[in-house]
């Protein structure tokens, strides 16, 4: 199985200041990307995906793509105490089949 | 609506007993998933369905047998339960994403804690 990388943190950021999330993956046919948030005790839950080169914004959250590096991340700006989650990378092999990095805890201290 | 969920949300049962968990989509998606999350967190997939038909197989012991009655069920039935098992089971579903748009985002139910004692 390809394998998804990601620094597992904690990473520590005061509230209002920009978090980076950064993941790397092996398999270069990979075509979709995503960024899930998951809270203590909760289910993942979608926070942005990208498909192409570049950059995406929505709302306070920007993903990044670059293919050539096989490199993923995420920033979220003004970060807020409720931002504090684990952040999860996942991309798609065959058959949709997501491959999931083990995830980059989030600590946003107020 | 809920839009992907699983019965039940807790699981405690005996080593060697064999339990069942359901999982139901109101989504109209054609595609289910069962995943594991372990103990440190790791999320990893195990079964895909398309249109009732299974698609991904991860390397999962046979206790393990996933069915799929209609493509907005998939349940997951696990026979002879080891301490090994335990774990957070997730269902997800998505649309399979074409040529001519939509996504293949995977939507997550609320999991299955299951604790073999």
């Known amino acids: 199985q390809k394998e998804v990388e990601q620094n597992s943190g904690p990473l520590s950021v005061p509230e209002g200041a920009i978090a980076s999330l950064n993941c790397t993956y092996s398999?270069?046919?990979?075509?979709?990307f995503f960024w899930y948030r998951q809270y203590s005790g909760k289910s993942p839950e979608l926070i942005m995906f990208?498909?192409?080169?570049g950059d995406k914004e929505d709302g306070r959250f920007t993903a990044q793509l670059n293919k050539a590096s096989q490199y993923v991340s995420l920033l979220i700006r003004d970060s807020q105490p409720s931002d504090s989650a684990t952040y999860l990378c996942a991309v798609t092999e065959y058959g949709n089949k997501l491959v999931f990095g083990a995830g980059t805890i989030l600590r946003v201290k107020s | 609506d809920t839009a992907v969920s699983q019965t039940p949300k807790y699981l405690v049962t005996q080593m060697g007993n064999d339990k069942s968990i359901k999982c139901e989509q109101n989504?109209?998606?054609?595609?289910m998933y069962w995943y594991k999350q372990d103990s440190k967190k790791f999320l990893k997939i195990m079964f895909s369905?398309?249109?009732?038909?299974?698609?991904i197989n991860e390397t999962v012991p046979n206790r393990f047998s996933p069915k799929s009655p209609d493509k907005a069920h998939l349940n997951l039935h696990i026979n002879s339960l080891e301490l090994g098992d335990s774990a957070v089971y997730f269902c997800?579903?998505?649309?399979?994403?074409?040529?001519?748009?939509?996504?293949?985002?995977?939507?997550f139910g609320p999991g299955t804690r299951l604790t073999v004692l």
């Open positions: 990208i498909y192409s080169n």
């Open positions: 369905y398309n249109n009732k038909e299974l698609i």
């Open positions: 398999d270069r046919g990979s075509q979709s």
């Open positions: 997800a579903s998505s649309q399979v994403r074409t040529s001519g748009g939509g996504t293949d985002t995977q939507y």
């Open positions: 989504l109209g998606h054609d595609t």
